[in-house]
């Protein structure tokens, strides 16, 4: 496969740990105790920088925010493309900042937004635009919350609600002074 920039995850499948591997043009899933590659899934594009997260058994992944995300179930052998996945959505892929799972949601940091889909389906459900400038670090979820982080050096904290129709709610932003810088 080309190349990648994002990180293998380990993950349980049917007892056993699998290492998933996403690239430029797959993603895959090996056995960590010989190596050996177990079962692919075809995801053209590259380069795949955000890293996979993993949720109820499920992969989310894609190659490139021109892409869509797709869903995969790793219980497979050989080419799994047409077997194993279970959904794919265009129009919310991030360009750097990898995906966060919080049960039953899956969020995604696309240009200066940030867009929630049901995790299970999916179904896009809302977005928020942040004002906050690219957010290409990943978010992170931490004590019920949020935290969504920019170039531009500001932190915007979210609530999230239980309601799948409802945006989450910011109940901060915090500003530093200055840029990241590369």
């Not at 049960?103 to 389906?121: E, G, H, V």
Request: glycine letters at 8%; aromatic letters at 8%.
């Amino acid at each position: 496969s080309r190349i990648a920039h994002a990180t293998p995850i380990v993950m349980p499948v049917n007892g056993k740990d699998q290492i998933i591997s996403p690239a430029g043009d797959v993603i895959q899933g090996f056995d960590p105790v010989n190596g050996k590659l177990i079962w692919t899934v075809a995801s053209n594009g590259e380069p795949c920088v955000p890293s996979p997260v993993i949720g109820d058994g499920v992969i989310y992944s894609s190659p490139t925010n021109r892409a869509p995300i797709l869903a995969v179930r790793p219980d497979g052998q050989g080419d799994c493309t047409k077997t194993h996945i279970a959904w794919e959505q265009s129009g919310y892929t991030p360009m750097m900042s990898s995906f966060l799972y919080v049960k039953p949601f899956l969020y995604t940091c696309p240009d200066n937004r940030i867009c929630c889909l049901n995790a299970s389906i999916g179904e896009f459900l809302w977005q928020l635009r942040l004002g906050a400038g690219a957010l290409n670090p990943s978010p992170v979820y931490a004590d019920g919350k949020i935290y969504v982080l920019s170039e531009k050096g500001i932190t915007t904290v979210l609530r999230p609600s239980a309601d799948p129709a409802t945006p989450a709610e910011i109940i901060a932003k915090n500003e530093l002074d200055g840029e990241l810088t590369r």
